[in-house]
């Protein structure tokens, strides 16, 4: 209860007003957990000024801030044809991705799947997603309320 009496906003005052030490600490916490609301925003868009990097620019300066398969067919060097589609200097076709099941991978899909996560932790793209994933936490909203299921949807697309 120090603890909280040292930390607790110049509002603290109301609560050492109520005579039963429970709600006076439930009083306490409340308003400790006040002070520290936030505003839940976007993947990868943190406070104010402590941005890590225009992650929804409006012109897109690299593949992951594209929003659409048009957008990531010119930073793959595929040809966009007139209906929309990209075929990819290899010849496939590029389309949204679909997730599959690790348990139902084949050998040499598992094998591929971390070999891809050796790569992205090996040239430091994992570090950077995890940074920004840990920084959600601080924002708020990434991991409580009805913004978990959006905002998470959202960051594993990027």
Known sequence: ??????????????????????VCLTCLVLQAQAN????????GVLAVGKGIAAE?????????????????CNYLRGQLAANGQ????????????????YRVMTDDERQRYHAALQTL???GEYDRISRIHSHSTKVGGAHSGPAFLPWHREFSKR
Do not use: F, H, W
């Open 1 to 22: 209860m120090e603890n909280l009496l040292q930390n607790s906003s110049v509002r603290r005052r109301d609560c050492l007003l109520v005579k039963e030490t429970n």
């Open 36 to 43: 520290k609301k936030k505003i839940a925003l976007p993947p």
């Open 56 to 72: 929804l620019a409006p012109i897109a300066s690299s593949i992951y801030q594209c929003m659409d398969l048009q957008c990531m």
């Open 86 to 101: 990209c075929s990819l200097p290899n010849g496939q076709m590029l389309r949204k991705a679909i997730r599959k099941e």
């Open 121 to 123: 932790k090996q040239n």
